[in-house]
């Protein structure tokens, strides 16, 4: 499913986040990438999500080479086939968290069906139901959070990429989160794990742990 083949990353000053890493990811696995702020596991997702281009080496996503797509290309790909989830959320916050969590949806022109059942299933699945209405910047941190996993998963998208996913969670909305992993990988969705959470570490339907130090594989 994703495959990186001698990746470096550099960015300006010289700063390399990524140095020559080759990985193999199968399709259905839950992939938990560890390791410190500043280890590059940031950057590895992006690189997957072709977000941002590697400086040395190629990224195959679901047999796409991502990483020589032109960006209007990565941008189709990515919402077709990835859910991100943010560290920071990057959520529009005068807008709803209905309209935040629809967002993704809004190129695909589905029938308004549609749209309500997807809705209404990301809404209970993260509890938010009763926010649905509230402008994102009136929730808290936990819930802009479950905002941004909903909105995540509203495309069904094949690959989960979620970066530091229970950083603003408490320890309850973070097992809650996990319950959803769960579901997910049930549901045969590749899942990427950027965290140094240790709640993570030694999950039983983790398929694989990849420490990070200095933007090599440790």
């Given at each position: 499913?994703?495959?990186?083949?001698?990746?470096?990353?550099?960015?300006?000053?010289?700063?390399?986040?990524?140095?020559?890493?080759?990985?193999?990811?199968?399709?259905?696995?839950?992939?938990?990438?560890?390791?410190?702020?500043?280890?590059?596991?940031?950057?590895?997702?992006?690189?997957?999500?072709?977000?941002?281009?590697?400086?040395?080496?190629?990224?195959?996503?679901?047999?796409?080479?991502?990483?020589?797509?032109?960006?209007?290309?990565?941008?189709?790909?990515?919402?077709?086939?990835?859910?991100?989830?943010?560290?920071?959320?990057?959520?529009?916050?005068?807008?709803?968290?209905?309209?935040?969590?629809?967002?993704?949806?809004?190129?695909?022109?589905?029938?308004?069906?549609?749209?309500?059942e997807r809705l209404s299933r990301e809404l209970e699945r993260f509890s938010l139901m009763n926010k649905k209405d509230t402008q994102v910047k009136k929730l808290s941190g936990g819930e802009q959070q479950r905002c941004a996993i909903a909105r995540a998963n509203i495309n069904n998208p094949k690959i989960i990429l979620a970066d530091e996913p229970t950083a603003n969670l408490d320890e309850k909305l973070s097992l809650s989160f996990i319950d959803s992993l769960l579901a997910m990988k049930s549901e045969n969705r590749t899942i990427i794990i950027a965290t140094h959470d240790p709640l993570f570490f030694d999950l039983d339907f983790v398929d694989c742990v990849v420490e990070m130090r200095h933007g090599k594989i440790v």
């Open positions: 499913m994703i495959e990186l083949k001698n990746v470096s990353k550099e960015y300006e000053g010289g700063v390399k986040a990524l140095d020559s890493v080759s990985l193999k990811f199968s399709e259905g696995e839950v992939i938990v990438i560890k390791g410190m702020s500043g280890s590059g596991k940031s950057s590895m997702l992006s690189l997957i999500a072709g977000l941002s281009k590697p400086t040395e080496g190629e990224v195959v996503v679901d047999t796409k080479h991502i990483s020589k797509l032109a960006d209007h290309f990565a941008t189709s790909f990515r919402r077709e086939n990835i859910g991100m989830i943010f560290q920071k959320y990057n959520l529009i916050a005068d807008l709803s968290v209905k309209e935040n969590i629809l967002l993704p949806l809004v190129p695909l022109n589905l029938k308004r069906e549609e749209l309500d």
